[in-house]
């Protein structure tokens, strides 16, 4: 009998011990100690570390209601979820995921490694740091982890039996809320509208028909389109980073479905730290060099993403009918137009929906918050209501260009 065979939520003292009994990772004599590090919406993180030898290690736990709002319960098989598609992913991206040492479905725990060293990026961004490596090691991330779980590379049997265990309902219905339906939505009690912006937003989003049935297309192709085993949450704040090194975390969120809904959100949210840059730094120079970054970084991620699809589709298609000349080209527009949707949709659910970001609601000046969550949003449109013309990098640079005005 262990006091671990049934579950509780643990508290940072009771977790080393927890560590001990799991894993031999730690020597008999550690003189460990634990801290509770999670600032996610749903998780509580642990860090254990060794006073001794200085070895460290990280307990990821779910609870039953989420940190973000006691009401909201979720089931806890996420963390099942989280830590075998970290695994898948590590097969097909080595060296860009944490190492899982342990998944323990009784305490719905995950002990991992600790990616000490790194930075979470939304942090790093916010402090204006630059990651020169950042767009060549996502997308090698997100070509292997997508492309190469689609039907064109995966046996269809197989590709049909992942589909089954990554099924997540709960954390899917979180994201068909939050990112496809209630940003539209005027009255929604979970929607956080910056004062000065309420009127905008009405006009904008609230009361914009042909917005509203573009944004149903995206969401009936969020839920119904089983393309690739995505992250589901590629936003900044699930990647830990250092000038030399990236690790794609926290992909709970995992299931089959548009691979655009990962790149799109990489894409929405380096774009949050070019508006927090561009609000925020005073010093003229340092303000072009980190924006001039951002942008390049958003104009990489598309254009890396096509140059690594090509290679990587020449070498691992294995369906036949995949390979018919034309087939490769007509699978990556759809890729492309449902990227730039949901560059879209996370733009505007991260202004306005339950979950803000820091990028945005940290700018201290009223007058420059108000300016760029309208940038944002008249961005988004235009990804949103145009997304069969953004094909490349460039693009998207023109369109913030316009959407900036300057
Ligand atoms: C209720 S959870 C809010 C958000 O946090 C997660 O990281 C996802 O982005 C989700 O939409
Ligand atoms: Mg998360």
Redesign the pocket.
């Known amino acids: 009998m262990s006091k671990y065979d049934s579950y509780f939520l643990m508290k940072a003292p009771e977790v080393p011990d927890y560590v001990q009994e799991k894993l031999s990772y730690f020597d008999k004599g550690a003189e460990l100690e634990c801290k509770e590090i999670g600032d ?3 998780n509580y993180v642990f860090r254990v570390k060794d006073g001794k030898s200085g070895k460290s290690i990280i307990v990821k736990q779910a609870g039953e209601a ?1 940190r ?2 006691a009401d ?1 319960h979720i089931s806890t098989d996420r963390g099942r979820i989280e830590a075998k598609i970290l695994g898948i992913q590590e097969m097909y991206a080595p060296g860009l995921v944490p190492k899982v040492y342990l998944y323990d479905g009784v305490m719905c725990a995950m002990i991992m490694e600790d990616m000490t060293g790194h930075t979470m990026m939304r942090t790093g961004l916010i402090n204006h740091e630059i990651y020169p490596l950042f767009a060549d090691h996502v997308t090698t991330f997100m070509v292997n982890s997508l492309l190469r779980t689609t039907d064109v590379v995966m046996g269809h049997k197989e590709k049909k039996e992942l589909v089954k265990s990554f099924i997540n309902p709960d954390l899917c219905e ?2 068909e809320d ?2 496809y339906s209630e940003p539209f939505i005027d009255y929604n009690h979970r929607n956080n509208v910056f004062l000065p912006n309420q009127d905008f937003v009405r006009e904008e989003l609230y009361e914009d028909q042909a917005l509203h049935l573009e944004a149903a297309k995206l969401k009936f192709e969020f839920m119904n389109h089983a393309q690739s085993l995505i992250h589901g ?1 590629l ?1 900044t ?1 699930s990647v830990f980073i250092n000038k030399e090194h990236t690790f794609i975390f926290d992909p709970e ?1 995992a299931f089959f479905g548009p691979m655009g809904y990962d790149i799109g959100n990489v894409i929405a949210n380096i774009f949050f730290a070019w508006c927090n840059g561009d609000a925020v730094i005073s010093d003229e120079e340092k303000k072009a060099e980190f924006c001039t970054w951002c942008l390049q970084t958003i104009s990489d991620v598309v254009d890396l993403f096509i140059e690594k699809y090509n290679k990587v589709f020449d070498e691992y298609a294995t369906d036949r009918m995949a390979k018919v000349p034309g087939f490769k080209e007509w699978y990556l527009e759809q890729i492309l137009s449902d990227t730039a949707g949901v560059a879209g949709l996370e733009s505007i659910r991260r202004i306005v929906g ?2 803000n970001v820091i990028d945005i609601t940290t700018i201290p000046d009223e007058a420059k918050r108000t300016r760029a969550e309208r940038i944002v949003i008249t961005l988004a449109k235009k990804y949103i209501m145009n997304r069969e013309t953004f094909r490349c990098g460039a693009d998207y640079l023109t369109a913030i260009k316009e959407a900036v005005g300057k």
């Open positions: 996610g919406n749903l989420l973000i709002s909201m979180i994201s939050l990112v949450d936003h704040g969120f339950m979950a």
